[in-house]
């Protein structure tokens, strides 16, 4: 051994955070692919969306004064996954985390993650036919 690695001695000591990434097109059917992965595997999914709203909610403060306009930043919705991982990790929580989309584009997604997270355990990409899609959003708008 050369070098100290503090993230291989987490992993040794079995810290290490187990995540995986799913995506795909709206409609494609990616949230019920991700309850049901979290589901096996004892994980809990981070969607993106939801975790930006509520960043939206805390930086306007208590009593908005109003809507959010603009992009929310990029290191306040990171901040908030990490609170969501430390939280469990507190807690003392063993389980998986699912990121249910992304909220950045795939290369800054995975570079973030990697760094902050360490490699994730898989990638799921979900997809259905146009066929499939197109009776989905007939669904969802009747």
Known sequence: MDSWDFRKFEEHLGNQINYG?????AL??????????AELTNGK???PDVVTEAV???????????????????????????AIVEADRAAGKKCSYL???????ASAFVAWSTDALGPP?????VTCDM????????AKNE
């Open 131 to 138: 066929n499939t899609a197109g009776e989905r959003f007939k």
């Open 56 to 82: 939206k909610k805390r930086l306007l403060g208590p009593e908005p004064e109003g809507e959010w306009e603009g992009e929310v930043p990029v290191q306040e919705i990171e901040k908030d996954f990490m």
């Open 21 to 25: 990434l799913i995506t795909g097109h």
């Open 28 to 37: 494609s059917g990616r949230n019920n692919v991700a309850k049901v992965v």
């Open 99 to 105: 990121f249910d989309g992304m909220h950045t584009g």
């Open 45 to 47: 999914v981070i969607d």
């Open 121 to 125: 355990a898989f990638w799921l990409p």
